[in-house]
């Protein structure tokens, strides 16, 4: 029987480092976490936050409590606050998702900044990165899974492909063309915050959105509502992260000199345009699952308007925004 560490050898693994800019990377991503998400999400910091970056040949691993045996034990790095281990790439290098990956343990796969599609900048990457933790912390409070069981939106699947493929009616016209409607109405009342126009933008939004859940009923209603809660408020996320780091963080000057670095309030600037386009040009029919991302995103920002203190709700009223919205319109 070969040695393991023969093997590794023969495998041309044992010298595998974790390259550099990506180290500054995920180092950033830690300490901006550490600095802003309590301020974002109540208790967020309270979850746990194992990332594997995925590169073209190698995988590694950090900040997780207990690898499998398929990965080495490389030193520990304290940029990182943590060991890193690695093994020969599984995953695709533009993978990005959160799930029990390793271990068992919910676990954040992605790929480098230069692989995503479409390629990131660095802070739009750990932004990215962020959105990712976010699930992090949805899945891991109490009780999550068995209410997500309660669902019964998986009609069979174990392997959880229900949240990408559920066959939520897309193309219907009736549906689509009310959902269209009211990603333009999100649109008017989000360029109206602030302005003495906001409210009478809101009411019409409000009704619209009221109107359209008329439309949707049992397994659609409960799995539209679930992706919106889940998707859509890490699309959210994103944004008050980058303004939250705006506000409140320095970025390191390692992290800095990266020719890639761009500041946060560009970036948030960047993820609020991004919601906007793509409510503003919204065809359900083609966008299909990735409407959530916007349409909830705009929800939750429209929710920081009329009901600021709708987070300390979020989870109890799980898995939908709905409840969340004051009564009575205004």
Known sequence: MVPRSTLLLVLGLSTRQLPERDRIRLAEAFRLADAVQDRVWPEWSSSPFPVLLVTPETEFLVRHPAPSADFAAGPYDSLLGSRVYWRRR????TFQATFPAVGGISTIVIGE????????????????????HFHQWQESRPGYQAAVNRLRLAHGDSTGMWMLDFPFPYTDSTIARSFDELC??????LLARGTAHFLAA????????????????????????F????????????????RAAAAWYAA??????????TPFDVEAQNVLRQILDELSSMKLAKAKRISVYPAGASDALLLDERRPNWKAAYIRERFSLEPLFPRGGR
Not at 227 to 242: D, I, M, N, P, S
């Open 90 to 93: 599984v995953f695709p290098p």
């Open 113 to 132: 900044a230069e692989n995503a599609r479409p390629k990131e900048n660095s802070t739009r990457w750990i932004l990215t990165l962020m959105h990712e």
């Open 184 to 189: 333009r109405l999100r649109v008017r009342a």
């Open 202 to 225: 809101y009411d019409s939004y409000d009704a619209a959105r009221r109107s359209f859940w008329g439309l949707v009923f049992g397994d659609d209603a409960r799995y539209l509502a």
């Open 227 to 242: 992706q919106l809660w889940k998707e859509g408020v890490a699309r959210y996320t994103e944004y008050a992260v980058a």
């Open 252 to 261: 390191s000057p390692r992290y800095r000199s990266l020719e890639d670095f």
